[in-house]
């Protein structure tokens, strides 16, 4: 049996991958911890059959220590992190103190008393952006090149992770994912925003630069792709885990409306966020070629199904509405709160 802490556990990819885990490795142990800021639920996770919830910060090394000591942690998987874009622009100091410092306290948690492998979740973001008209695709060799605040604590975080391994000897390994989505994300996320607010009839607030595209990745898919790295994995090395899938903003809209039976009239263009990146795009030869990975959710496939679970989840995102700090559309005022960490 294995025993796992997963940090950031209550949120979108930490509870699917918490789920994911339940699912395909019945006899480990889960430890789930999580901060509960706003976007945390704890109903992701709590009451899962063999998991169990901790309320707690990575950044509080004394805690994260006694849960390794006294659970017998083998394998810590790090998801904790501030994720939104739009609110690292508001109060970029929450990014920075989560996403660098809480994963140097966390590991240094780990440094003092040891486990068979720390991994940590990153994001493509840390590799900047791509011309919408080249054909190209970050690797792992690409240059970290962030261009907004969350960009930039997630790269700081991925920094301090190699500089434990290098330094400490502390088993990591790292993956750099493309824009996820599926069930239990939070409402302040494109996907569930449309689809939550074409449910009711709501405007669909498009930035203003419509064909700026993403990669798109089920969260099951990229669950099975951390599985792998912890498995099959080489200590140390960084892995890039996408679809190879690009749509744009307008792109995203469409599907939501198709799939809802709606039709384009609920589509409105709003201003740009500053600093807004224009492509990301993952080369996955690595992970495909040394693990074995593939993603099995298609596009079409898995959008309709992501639209028809938060038409049949209500009373889950309902009482999310209004939680997140940040207003997305029009009346977005992003020069009103700079400055205010």
Not at 49 to 77: C, K, M, Q, W, Y
Not at 83 to 101: C, E, K, Q, W, Y
Not at 148 to 155: E, F, H, L
Request: aromatic share 10%; net charge negative; with cysteine.
């Amino acid at each position: 049996m294995t025993s796992l802490l997963v940090t950031g556990a209550a949120g979108f990819i930490g509870s699917n991958f918490v789920r994911y885990w339940r699912r395909e490795h019945p006899g480990d142990r889960v430890v789930a911890l999580d901060a509960l800021t706003y976007a945390g639920v704890r109903g992701n996770v709590e009451g899962l059959p063999g998991v169990e919830f901790v309320h707690g910060s990575i950044a509080n090394t004394e805690l994260v220590a006694h849960l390794l000591r006294s659970r017998g942690v083998d394998v810590v998987v790090n998801f904790a992190a501030e994720s939104h874009n739009s609110l690292a622009i508001l109060r970029p100091g929450d990014f920075f103190a989560t996403n660098v410092m809480g994963t140097q306290q966390l590991l240094e948690a780990v440094r003092r008393v040891g486990v068979a492998r720390f991994h940590h979740i990153s994001t493509c973001e840390v590799y900047g952006d791509l011309p919408l008209d080249v054909e190209e695709a970050f690797t792992e060799e690409s240059p970290y090149r962030p261009r907004t605040p969350y960009n930039a604590a997630k790269a700081g975080g991925d920094h301090v992770v190699r500089s434990y391994g290098l330094t400490y000897d502390v088993p990591v390994t790292i993956t750099n994912c493309a824009n996820n989505y599926g069930p239990f994300q939070f409402p302040e996320k494109v996907v569930p925003l449309f689809t939550t607010r074409a449910l009711a009839g709501e405007p669909l607030p498009l930035y203003a630069s419509t064909k700026n595209r993403r990669e798109w990745l089920h969260v099951d898919d990229h669950a099975r792709a951390i599985d792998a790295v912890l498995t099959h994995g080489r200590v140390g090395e960084t892995y890039n885990v996408g679809s190879g899938h690009e749509v744009d903003i307008e792109g995203i809209a469409d599907s939501v409306l198709g799939a809802l039976g709606l039709g384009p009239e609920l589509k409105t263009i709003v201003p740009d966020r500053p600093s807004h990146d224009r492509r990301y795009l993952l080369d996955t030869t690595k992970l495909r070629g040394e693990l074995g990975w593939a993603p099995r959710v298609g596009w079409d496939e898995g959008i309709a199904a992501t639209v028809d679970w938060y038409r049949g989840n209500e009373a889950w995102w309902r009482p999310l509405i209004g939680r997140s700090p940040v207003v997305e559309g029009a009346d977005a005022d992003w020069g009103a709160n700079w400055g205010t960490g």
